[in-house]
């Protein structure tokens, strides 16, 4: 019964869409030669079948893949893209919340004992973090010359927090630090908070992160979810 319906769905809507993501985000798609938009990308209405799809960002090799879309669904495609030239410039990873006897995996190279001070190339890292019986993984963005902070909560809780300077992904001029008092305004939003307190008033609404708002050698720093909600994760 269910096969039959979904045969008489693809007759009745010969059409598609794909979900694309990539790594990094921000990366431009082009779609049989015509081009779309950035990263992440939902594209509807693509008529059923193989469709090109071109990958490309600055600085990155680009990538083409053929991808097959089928009528009534929207597919979902990831695009890992790989550094023509990597950066030599270098930040640091702070692991925070973990036991000693915890270790961490960057990038499949050999486990080493989690911490403070890791350094590492600039750029997007892929994290794999295990503390006993509990293992975390994540991609982290390291900034050149800033200290990303990752604070792992516990079991109970759902993930880990992270904060992202604010620098990276929007004006020095959208976010005013008074005493402890933050205020963020940028692409139409305004978001309230204090250093230390994890609270926000976001266009009116009180939300609790995951990591509180904090500054680190006059750096703004704030919670990576609040980031990503007032710009959408793109860095600047």
Known sequence: MLRALLIMAAAVLPFGG???????????????????????????????????????????RVEEVDQNVTAG????????????????????????GLSDSATAVVDDAAPQRAGTGIELRAG?????????????????????????????????QERSAVVAPAEAYMPASAAK????????????????????????????REVVYDAPAGLVRGRLYLPLDLIISLTGGKPK
């Open 18 to 60: 794909l979900y694309i993501n990539s790594l990094p985000n921000g990366a431009d798609v082009w779609v049989d030669g015509s081009y779309i938009g950035r990263t992440p990308l939902l594209i509807d209405g693509l008529r059923a079948g193989k469709h090109a799809v071109t990958v490309t960002k600055t600085g990155w």
């Open 73 to 96: 669904i929207v597919t979902p495609a990831s695009v890992q893209l790989q550094e023509i030239n990597p950066s030599s410039a270098q930040g640091t990873l702070d692991l925070q």
């Open 124 to 156: 997007m890292h892929h994290l794999v973090v295990r503390d006993g019986d509990t293992k975390f993984e994540r991609f982290v963005t390291i900034y050149p010359d800033v200290t990303t902070h990752v604070l792992f909560r516990t079991p109970s």
């Open 177 to 204: 630090v008074s005493g402890t008092r933050v205020v963020v305004r940028w692409a139409g939003h305004v978001a309230v908070g204090h250093i230390g307190d994890a609270r926000f008033l976001v266009d009116g």
